[in-house]
């Protein structure tokens, strides 16, 4: 199928499936795949997409050269890149690259770091990428629609050198809320949801698809590149039978562990690479099931093990740990620290009375009326201050940095809600969580808050220019959950 073969990640693994043969660890990686030389050209326009499943009608989507996902963009760190979007929808677009520590012009935000790509025009990214690992891309305009409806695919960045896998996979994970004829469902923006845990929907591809079952022998060893792409839906993952460890974070190397609990937490936009051996017995299928929300566990997909006796008698052995990216140890002495809380949603109104008038100033939001939730006014707030929409021009930066400081950030989150904070331009060192430190030296881009949980990371302000900073429960931050730092 298309699909399968555009996400089947490693080259060995493209190469090599038609044949069914599965290679040994030990041979030498084959050269890596760069970037088409002239770069990317990327069209977001309308299409079609099978996503509830062959047998089911297909649904109407917007996408990135007609796919969902849209094109896999592949990169090699430390190398230029060049990718050019052309809009073809009815509207407005720009695009995010998530996660990337790139030049702020080229950071997506329309208003705040370029003008939007208005219909039929196009608009050229350059950046070269310094870090390897696992990103995405999608739009930072009117983002609850585009994405809901489809904008959204998966960047990965080479390593030099990357770990000894039978295969390398990636596994683009998005939840969509489709009608019973197969359409998505209309209405985006519904305040009631806003204010609690956002646009989740009904629907969960794997690829794009209805989450079929992938096949797999006894002994292999895979790479498992998981991207969260849901506009709302936060996934606990548990793979029955089998004991993932993860070694990559948000596109940047930790220390190779077990999930908490045996369950890989993954809320919107964030990125995990899990290596998996495959223990299982030949023959059998083991599901993989999403348990998150209490009561409504399903099953996302089966490890289904073909029937060929295990490649290996043993699990590699082989080193699961990956060479660092260049990232910026802050200097604890010297950081400043900085509190930002998270505030409003629904059973919280409590904290709202207190940000009395600060809301809204600077021409950032319409005006706010009452309590939060109410009217037409913001229903979430940092520091007091609502930010809402996708990032425009005026807005005025909740903190600044002296470029090349050591920063630290408390982030307390008031509310009882689940919020997956994205920092833009920078990746950030967790430190600790509730006043325990965080182990596996984790550094991620966008960091998964409980209800009254309270997050301290750290960063070096290296990256000049005003940055977004979103809850990407895109409904949260549509409606208030967002500021900018500014780096200067
Ligand atoms: Cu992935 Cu500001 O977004
Ligand atoms: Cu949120």
Known sequence: MKRESQYRVS??????????VLLAAALP???????????????????RAPLAGPDRPETDVWTYNGTVPGSLVRLRRGEPTRLLIENRLAQETTVHWHGIRLPNAMDGVPGLTQPPIRPGESFVYEFTPPDAGTFWYHPHANSLEQLG????????????????VDRDLL?????????EEGGIAPRFGNRMEAAMSGRVGNTVTLNGGGSEAESFRAGERVRLRLVNASLARVMGLRFEGHR??????????????????????????????IV????GEPGRRYDLV?????????????????ERPPMREHASDAPRELPRNPLPEPDMASAERHTLTLQG??????GISSMGGMMGGGGMMGGMHGMMGMGGGPVWAINGMSMAGDGHAGMKPALTFQRGRSVVLVLRNETAWWHPMHFHGHSLRVLSRNGKSVPHRQWQDTVLMAPKDVVEVAFVADNPGDWMLHCHVVDHQMSGMMTVLRVA
């Open 11 to 20: 080259r060995r693994g493209v190469l090599r499936a038609g044949a069914g």
């Open 29 to 47: 990686p084959l050269p890596a795949r760069s970037a088409p030389p002239d770069g990317y050209r990327i069209a977001a326009a309308p299409a």
């Open 149 to 164: 409806r489809g904008l959204a695919g998966a960047l990965i960045v080479e390593e030099r050198e990357p770990i000894a």
């Open 171 to 179: 596994w683009f994970l998005a939840d969509w809320r489709l009608t």
């Open 244 to 273: 993932p460890v993860i070694v990559v974070v948000d596109g940047q190397p930790c220390d190779p562990h077990e999930p908490e609990a045996g369950r890989v937490l993954l809320g919107p936009a964030m990125r995990v690479d």
């Open 276 to 279: 998996l051996d495959l223990e």
């Open 290 to 306: 999403d348990d998150f929300y209490d009561g409504l566990s399903y099953r996302l997909t089966q490890l289904v093990y073909d």
């Open 345 to 350: 949603g629904m059973m919280s109104m409590g």
